[in-house]
């Protein structure tokens, strides 16, 4: 079955990055996009980006430009996100999704378990 | 970019029909057909409820519908039931190579 397992928890200060990981299993890696979305607390879903596990490449919300960098290592299976230059508002739950494995299509249809971080002086 | 519009908050009494509305703009709900649901209950991920407008995905309720007219797209959830209770995002396909969710709508079960 698809899995989808991000690291855990990370608290950072204003000003640095994190790196937040997704290993994928139970489906061919290469053949379905990524993407990943927010959710500061209390607050709704925030579209990121999205990445080809296949040939790495990527694209990201206007939002997140300049400071967002998602990568791939089709090794072992996993995918990256890296968010610099952190501020409080970066607070959220980070969430790696899958599009259109069960039925093709343009849609997140298996979600990792979420990553908390936080960020505070 | 702006999400989509969602109502804040719905609610209804159990065995009642609710509808939670998602309007945008011709840039992505009215100009797509990738128009998808997610149920979130508190603590949880979200989960897929309606892809591409109005199909549901294998082992989701038939209480679930969707639809579009134009720039609004629409959840329907009839028989409600106590486990219903959750937020509900609506998300649309705004371009080749970007997506947009709705702010959200908490739907209550009294």
């Known amino acids: 079955q698809v899995q989808l397992v991000q690291s855990g928890t990370e608290v950072k200060k204003p000003g640095a990055s994190v790196k937040v990981s997704c290993k994928a299993s139970?489906?061919?890696?290469?053949?379905?996009?990524m993407h990943w979305v927010r959710q500061a607390p209390g607050q709704g879903l925030e579209w990121m980006g999205i990445?080809?596990?296949?040939?790495?490449?990527?694209a990201y919300a206007q939002k997140f430009q300049g400071r967002v960098s998602m990568t791939r290592d089709t090794s072992t299976r996993t995918v990256y996100m890296e968010l610099s230059s952190l501020r409080s508002e970066d607070t959220a739950v980070y969430y790696c999704a899958t599009e259109g494995i069960a039925v093709a299509g343009h849609f997140f249809d298996y979600w990792g378990q979420g990553t908390l971080v936080t960020v505070s002086s | 970019q702006s999400a989509l519009t969602q109502p804040a908050s719905v609610s209804g009494s159990p065995g009642q029909s609710i509808t939670i509305s998602c309007t945008g703009t011709?840039?992505?709900?009215?100009?797509?057909?990738?128009v998808s649901w997610y149920q979130q209950h508190p603590g949880k991920a979200p989960k897929l409820m309606i892809y591409d407008v109005s199909n549901r995905p294998s082992g989701v309720s038939n209480r679930f519908s969707g639809s579009k007219s134009g720039n609004t797209a629409s959840l329907t959830i009839s028989g409600l039931q106590a486990e219903d209770e959750a937020d509900y995002y609506c998300?649309?396909?705004?371009?080749?190579?970007?997506?947009?969710f709705g702010g959200g709508t908490r739907l209550t079960v009294l």
């Open positions: 139970g489906y061919t890696f290469t053949s379905y996009y």
């Open positions: 998300s649309s396909k705004r371009s080749s190579t970007s997506w947009v």
């Open positions: 990445i080809n596990p296949s040939g790495g490449s990527t």
């Open positions: 011709s840039s992505d709900v009215g100009g797509y057909n990738y």
